[in-house]
């Protein structure tokens, strides 16, 4: 039972009830906020760490990444149970896709996003072993159409071009047919 349910039990009256409610919260106040701020220094300083020790494994050329991690660490609700994860025979993953997961596991987000950090492969001095930046990126080359004489050989590397890029993009390409471009005529490209 706490001093507010003890006051309510008191036998005295509504006004002298909200009177000792109200010195209560007056000295109770000043300490809960004190309390507060410490715990969110606390808290900052802590991530403040972890963003620094990300960066120096390797996330450092990802500085939106870093805010983001950032802004997800310093959530209010940051470490309240977020996701609830199954196990391997729950989800029926076998052989190579399976975790090792024998029971449920309930997780808050940040927990969720630690234990992805800790799973990454490092080397022994704990900077990540596959840089963010020698991932492909969608201007990599993917190949060109090849050259051909001959006309379908040519549309058809065109538009297996046009589909190889577009799955690389995310996008459909709607570039209209070789025979729209041009109006159906072929130049055989001598100075005839």
Request: no cysteine; hydrophobic share 30%; proline share 4%.
């Given at each position: 039972?706490?001093?507010?349910?003890?006051?309510d039990?008191?036998?005295?009256?509504?006004?002298?009830?909200s009177r000792?409610?109200?010195?209560?919260g007056e000295?109770?106040?000043?300490l809960r906020?004190?309390?507060?701020t410490?715990?969110?220094n606390d808290?900052?300083e802590?991530v403040?760490?972890?963003?620094?020790?990300?960066?120096?494994a390797g996330?450092?050329?990802?500085?939106a990444?870093?805010?983001f991690v950032r802004?997800?660490?310093?959530?209010?609700?940051?470490?309240?149970?977020?996701?609830?994860?199954?196990a391997?025979?729950e989800?029926?993953?076998?052989?190579?896709e399976?975790?090792?997961?024998?029971?449920r596991?309930?997780?808050s987000?940040?927990?969720?996003?630690e234990?992805?950090?800790?799973l990454?492969?490092?080397?022994k001095?704990g900077?990540l072993?596959v840089?963010?930046?020698d991932?492909?990126?969608?201007?990599?080359?993917?190949g060109?159409?090849?050259?051909g004489?001959?006309?379908?050989?040519?549309e058809?590397n065109?538009a297996?071009?046009?589909?190889?890029?577009g799955?690389a993009i995310?996008?459909?390409?709607?570039r209209?047919s070789r025979?729209?471009?041009?109006?159906?005529r072929?130049?055989?490209?001598?100075?005839?």
């Amino acid at each position: 039972m706490g001093i507010l349910e003890t006051i309510d039990a008191l036998n005295l009256t509504d006004d002298e009830k909200s009177r000792l409610r109200r010195e209560y919260g007056e000295e109770v106040d000043p300490l809960r906020t004190e309390v507060g701020t410490l715990r969110t220094n606390d808290r900052r300083e802590k991530v403040r760490t972890d963003i620094l020790a990300l960066s120096e494994a390797g996330f450092k050329d990802a500085p939106a990444a870093l805010a983001f991690v950032r802004r997800l660490y310093l959530s209010p609700d940051a470490e309240e149970p977020g996701v609830v994860l199954f196990a391997d025979h729950e989800l029926g993953l076998t052989g190579e896709e399976a975790t090792g997961a024998h029971a449920r596991e309930e997780m808050s987000v940040k927990g969720a996003f630690e234990k992805f950090f800790s799973l990454l492969p490092r080397d022994k001095d704990g900077k990540l072993k596959v840089q963010l930046s020698d991932q492909g990126t969608v201007t990599d080359d993917h190949g060109r159409p090849k050259t051909g004489d001959d006309v379908a050989d040519a549309e058809a590397n065109t538009a297996e071009h046009k589909s190889s890029l577009g799955k690389a993009i995310g996008t459909t390409i709607g570039r209209p047919s070789r025979e729209k471009r041009y109006g159906g005529r072929y130049s055989s490209g001598g100075g005839e």
